[in-house]
């Protein structure tokens, strides 16, 4: 089975920053791709970030220039630094990994219980 944990959330004054983590476990052969999503209260999850292995990225609009997202192969962990950040980028945030277990596996995708992200003065 593969586990996903995430930490780092909290509350934030509105031009702060904190950073995200998640970190995987259990059998893993390979990560095809790392993301970050959130959702507000009474909004659909939408997609924040995402990394693929080869080191591509991609933020969503209201997220470019200030969230980054970065991973330490090593660990199996996918980090989201968020700076400026502002009341709208309040939400619970999710990782998700698109992995196979083994290579006799097929590709899925695993999600972190999410974190709570609060952004208020």
């Known amino acids: 089975q593969v586990q996903l944990v995430e930490s780092g959330g909290g509350l934030v004054q509105p031009g702060g920053s904190l950073r995200l983590s998640c970190a995987a476990s259990?059998?893993?052969?390979?990560?095809?791709?790392m993301h970050w999503y959130h959702q507000a209260p009474g909004k659909q999850r939408e997609l924040v970030a995402a990394?693929?292995?080869?080191?591509?990225?991609n933020y969503a609009d209201a997220v470019q220039g200030r969230f980054t997202i970065s991973r330490d192969n090593a660990k199996n962990t996918v980090y989201l630094q968020m700076n400026s950040l502002k009341p709208e980028d309040t939400a619970v945030y999710y990782c998700?990994?698109?992995?196979?277990?083994?290579?006799?596996?097929?590709?899925?995708?695993?999600w972190g219980q999410g974190t709570q992200v609060t952004v208020s003065s």
């Open positions: 998700s990994f698109r992995l196979r277990r083994s290579i006799f596996e097929s590709i899925q995708d695993y």
């Open positions: 259990g059998s893993i052969a390979i990560i095809y791709a």
């Open positions: 990394l693929t292995t080869g080191g591509i990225t």
